[in-house]
């Protein structure tokens, strides 16, 4: 596996850091990381999966079984696994921000929010047959307003913001991803103590 030529000087700026994206279900984070790691000549790794198959449950097994405050114990534990590791990008799952321990891991690498709206995000979740167990209730529209709600201002943390729209292709977002890298990335100007501020907030329209 070969990196993308034009991505080569941001694969040398990364230095094998990890890149972890963040985000409400359905913003994208598995396809787009998949895009991510195929340009950059990096590893993909889905945190679900690699969680699923280190305990040979699926996550909703291991919600019914544990809770989800069990299941957010299991999910720093595979955090901590990945984050040993390098030149990856780590679609995790959206409540990643939620325990500070995650963040401790993740801000070794870089962080990416890929947002969206609710509506987006709804439109996108009919289209999924994943089962969702945070969403398994009366009104799922609610309570997908209230995660989102709860959360956002954790995902604000993220050193990269995408906000998406209903026209982006994955391939475009994950072109939006490695522009804002590049630009966060940048060195500093001559004599300038200081480096790059990471904090972007990109939106494409």
Known sequence: MHCVPQHRPLRQRLAGANLYLVGMMGSGKSSVGRILARKLAYRWLDADQVLETSTGRTIP?????EGEEGFRVVETTVLRQMGQWHSCVVSTGGGAVIRPANWGIM???MVIWLAATVELLLERLRQDPTPRPLLQCPDPVQRLQQLLAAREALYAQADVRIMQTGTMTSEA???AVLEALTTALQPPPHGDAQGPS???YNTFL
């Open 61 to 65: 097994t291991l919600f019914a079984e």
């Open 107 to 109: 801000r070794q690498g």
């Open 173 to 175: 977002v994950a072109a």
């Open 198 to 200: 990471t904090d972007l």
